[in-house]
């Protein structure tokens, strides 16, 4: 039947729902179906995160490789009982600061977390999204929801409905619209979980986000922060297993000018005659496609993903991105911009 293959739209407002919305989003869900919705970082894809045969939905949707785990969403801290076996207190005092919020944690997997959520491992990443659909649906289903960011495997991380339905039309049956989301990068990845399987003392950034590795060490001290792996995209034991695949790369090529550097030059040396668009941060170039930040990482990161769909979609063949401070915020918008770049000059 042609149903079968056709993806749904459902417009919810986030300041302004009933549960009667969610409900058949919430239906499909404790059917073992999966659906996207939106998070305040990207848009997720979910399922039952205690029922294997629904994750795995995931992956085919998806066409994500199997080793990769995926983040689990929980709406409260007793949810978060049932998905890892304990929480240190450095843990837990980042999860006080942090929660509900673009902060995902790495610890000891409980049991009833299934494999395929884990990609095998024995530990389990968890955060509590703040949007408040995202809340709303996991608290109404009564199970956490293992959710991946709602792109087909490779391309950009979606950040409004639009996205997830370019990617993944009639591959899913529901998509929660709940506009754009606020942060545009995925959240912070922080391990509790050393490779030999024990807690960490020092705990390790796997993936900069939103909640600055300051803000993380202004609550417990020095964590680790490995060097940039965003080069060596083939590393032989990525700390994060989702770290060693390429990201976020759109079609065209992107090539991130450090800061410091002459941008404007460099637009015309590299661009010419070329068909480009520009991300441009601290002056406006003045060409046909162009976002421009004015300074403002936040607005940059909100907009990075959307800037380079649209980028493809009007057949851009180069990207020129004006890089930013690797500080604050700015580490998160320049690994992205690193893994989808081909040059940084
Ligand atoms: O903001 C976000 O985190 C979004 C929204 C939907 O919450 N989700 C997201 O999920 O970005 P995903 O699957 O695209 O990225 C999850 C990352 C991957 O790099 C994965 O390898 C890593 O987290 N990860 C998941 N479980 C892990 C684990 N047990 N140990 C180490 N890394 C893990
Ligand atoms: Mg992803």
């Known amino acids: 039947m042609g149903l079968k ?22 239906g499909l869900l404790r059917e073992g179906k999966i659906v996207a919705f939106p998070t305040e970082t990207v848009y997720g894809l979910g399922a039952n995160a205690f029922d294997e045969s629904a994750v795995k939905k995931i992956y085919l949707a998806k066409g994500r490789p199997s080793d990769n785990p995926i983040i689990v969403h929980v ?26 919020g673009p902060l995902t944690i790495v610890l000891k997997k409980s049991p009833k977390i299934c494999s395929a959520v884990t990609g095998g491992l024995d530990t389990v990443a968890v955060r509590m999204p703040s949007h408040k659909v995202a809340l709303a649906l996991i608290k109404e289903c009564g199970f ?36 754009k ?49 965003s080069k060596t995209k083939h590393a032989k034991k990525p700390l994060s297993p989702g770290m060693k695949y390429k ?7 992107v090539v ?16 010419g005659g070329k068909d480009i668009g520009v991300l441009s941060f601290t002056k406006r170039v003045g060409v ?7 300074g403002n990482v936040e607005s940059y990161a909100k907009m990075l993903f959307e800037a380079f769909r649209e980028f493809d979609n009007k057949g851009v063949e180069l990207i020129l991105a004006e890089g930013v401070s690797e500080k604050g915020m700015g580490l998160a918008l320049m690994d992205r911009l690193k893994r989808a770049s081909s040059k940084i000059i």
């Not at 709406?75 to 509900?100: H, S, T």
């Open 5 to 26: 293959k056709s993806t749904r739209i459902v417009e919810i407002n986030p300041e302004k729902f009933s549960m009667l919305e969610l409900s058949e989003a919430v």
């Open 75 to 100: 709406c409260d801290e007793e949810q978060l009982k049932d998905v890892v076996r304990e929480v240190p207190q450095n843990a837990r005092a980042l999860i006080k600061k942090f929660w509900p």
């Open 144 to 179: 956490p929801l293992a959710a991946p960011s709602a792109n087909s495997s490779g391309k950009p991380s979606p950040t409004i409905a639009d996205h997830v339905f370019a990617d993944l039309f009639g591959r899913i049956p529901l998509i929660i619209d709940g506009g």
């Open 181 to 229: 989301c606020e942060v545009g990068v995925e959240s912070t990845v922080i391990s509790f979980v050393g490779a030999d399987g024990k807690n960490l003392i020092v705990p390790t950034l796997l993936r900069p986000g939103k909640v600055s590795v300051e803000e993380i060490e202004e609550v417990i001290g020095k964590i680790n922060v490995p060097a940039s792996d």
């Open 247 to 253: 990201h976020y790369s759109p079609k065209a090529e």
């Open 256 to 271: 991130v000018v450090m800061p410091g550097k002459d941008f404007l030059k460099k637009v015309f040396e590299i661009g």
């Open 288 to 294: 046909d496609r162009e976002f421009f930040f004015d």
